[in-house]
């Protein structure tokens, strides 16, 4: 028999007094209600009760077992109450990860999300490698590339391709490419996290894939640095436009083969579990998907 029902059943019949009051209480059986108590004093090797015709009382070891059993059961309610709780209420620490490339859209989320829920903290961790979420304790992480685990669960929040861009010092000492397959010839500067590797992808004007070999000088994961160093006039990358938005409007960097296409990549926000989705993931998930949809124009920018 489930030993949880059967510790139940014995706190019935200590606290109505005899077997018949607690079936009527449990909705069960007398005989139910003694073959439970039975099944503990066998696996217990004891007698927990004193029966009489007219009723029952409890024996020296069953009154201590009562007391011990009586919190142990309390205790289970208790943590039913807590977990029940947390699932239906935003509450407790959100462990965020995030890349840099994102972070400038996410932050004002997080603002509004822990003055939408003041019960819940948010452990907002920003970078560009790849964790190990469920080693790691993350809840959620929100990138801009694809992550390598499939075993993840993607929500899609809104899409972008990659443009190329440069200095127009750059340009001016090492000319314009008008074709991808003059980026051959230019120092292009990579993230590590392209799944391409080095063959940077487009598509061209009639919407066929265009495809380069190219090579430079600086490898990295982060998108910052690309971006400091083309700033500097050091090579030719390929961002999310959102990321040198600011740069493209004041001339800092300058947008080339406008009418080749980026490969399509999204922004996405990556979780463990489909179900039983904790209450303060699942609202923070759903308030991301809402943002991203209403500012959708950050990833449609023209230059």
Not at 51 to 58: A, D, P
Not at 63 to 90: F, W
Not at 124 to 153: A, H, K, N, Y
Not at 278 to 286: E, G, L, P
Request: glycine fraction near 6%.
């Amino acid at each position: 028999m489930d030993r949880l029902t059967s510790l139940t059943v014995f706190g019935r019949v200590v606290e109505c007094g005899g077997f018949s009051a607690a079936a009527r209480r449990l909705n069960m059986s007398t005989t139910m209600v003694s073959n439970h108590v039975q099944a503990l004093e066998e696996r217990l090797g004891v007698r927990l009760l004193n029966r009489t015709t007219r009723k029952v009382s409890l024996t020296e070891i069953g009154q201590a077992y009562y007391q011990r059993s009586s919190q142990i059961l309390a205790d289970l309610e208790e943590a039913d109450r807590v977990a029940g709780a947390l699932q239906a209420t935003p509450q407790g620490t959100l462990r965020l990860h995030s890349s840099m490339s994102v972070i400038r859209f996410l932050a004002p989320i997080v603002s509004e999300f822990v003055n939408l829920y003041p019960a819940v903290s948010v452990d907002l961790t920003v970078g560009e490698r790849m964790v190990d979420m469920v080693e790691e304790g993350f809840d959620l992480d929100v990138r801009s590339l694809p992550l390598p685990d499939s075993s993840l669960i993607v929500r899609r929040l809104t899409s972008w391709r990659n443009i190329v861009c440069g200095s127009p010092g750059y340009f001016e000492r090492h000319g314009t490419p008008r074709r991808p397959d003059d980026l051959a010839r230019h120092n292009c500067m990579r993230h590590a996290s392209y799944p391409f590797g080095n063959e940077w992808r487009f598509e061209d004007p009639d919407g066929e894939p265009v495809s380069v070999r190219v090579d430079g000088n600086l490898l990295t994961n982060s998108q910052e640095t690309l971006r400091r160093l083309a700033l500097d006039g050091r090579g030719l990358f390929i961002p999310p436009p959102f990321l040198v938005a600011d740069d493209l409007r004041a001339g800092r960097l300058v947008r080339v083969l406008e009418e080749y296409s980026g490969v399509e990549f999204a922004i996405n926000a990556f979780y463990p579990h489909r179900h039983h989705v904790s209450a303060k993931v699942r609202t923070f998930i759903d308030l991301l998907a809402e943002r991203f949809a209403e500012h959708r124009r950050w990833m449609e920018l023209k230059y």
